[in-house]
């Protein structure tokens, strides 16, 4: 199975910051890298599709990079609505696997 | 509008099979892989396996020798059965679809809470 280690697990900020999230792949991935979203008692929601695509309707202020095995999300200015936990996910190979998430709390 | 919705027993006794069935409306079950996702109590996601419409699956192989995923394409669905479960096995499921021309999970039931306990 590819593990997504996700860095960090848990962030503490501020309305209008820029938040920087990772995730580093234990293979080789290309660019088969998706960010999801997911806030309390609620589906994950994609966000970011193929490492930088953002997805239809989904704020400009979110946004993603990278290719192989080191990968990030970015929220360029962090709104009250953004509070939830954010997951990558890699389909280069069956499992998919999901990394542990990152859970942003406010300040 | 693609709508996914789980319905099953929430409460599973330890060693018996656990059974969902996600209704599908707005799309063809013959559209998309679909899978099954679970989400443990305050946990990360896993993902379970997938099915497509003429029978082709795919399982987690943490799971492959108790998971079993099937459709009904009369009443567009598909379902889960997870045998010989155990307290580990107590999560939020969601089923998905899977879009294979994005391959990402687009589509998500609101999930439904199945705990494992005698």
């Known amino acids: 199975d590819i593990q997504m280690t996700q860095s960090p697990s848990s962030l503490s900020t501020s309305v209008g910051d820029r938040v920087t999230i990772t995730c580093q792949a234990s293979q080789d991935i290309s660019n088969h890298l998706n960010w999801y979203q997911q806030k309390p008692g609620k589906a994950p929601k994609v966000l970011i599709y193929d490492a930088a695509n953002l997805e239809i309707g989904v704020p400009s202020r979110f946004s993603g990079s990278g290719s192989g095995t080191y990968f990030t999300f970015a929220i360029s200015s962090l709104q009250p609505e953004d509070i939830a936990t954010y997951y990558c996910q890699q389909y280069d190979n069956v499992p998919y696997t999901f990394g542990q998430g990152t859970r942003l709390e406010i300040k | 509008q693609v709508q996914l919705q789980e319905s099953g027993p929430q409460l599973v006794k330890p060693s018996e099979t656990l059974s969902l069935t996600c209704t599908v409306s707005?799309?063809?079950?013959?559209?998309?892989?679909w899978s099954w996702i679970r989400q443990p109590p305050g946990k990360g996601l896993e993902w379970i396996g997938y099915i497509f419409y003429y029978g082709t699956t795919n399982y987690n192989p943490s799971l492959k020798s108790r998971v079993t995923i099937s459709t009904d394409t009369s009443k567009n669905q598909f379902s889960l059965k997870l045998a010989s479960v155990t307290a580990a096995d107590t999560a939020v499921y969601y089923c998905?679809?899977?879009?294979?021309?994005?391959?990402?999970?687009?589509?998500w039931g609101q999930g439904t809470l199945v705990t494992v306990s005698s």
């Open positions: 707005g799309a063809s079950i013959r559209d998309y892989y």
């Open positions: 998905a679809s899977y879009s294979g021309s994005f391959n990402y999970f687009d589509y």
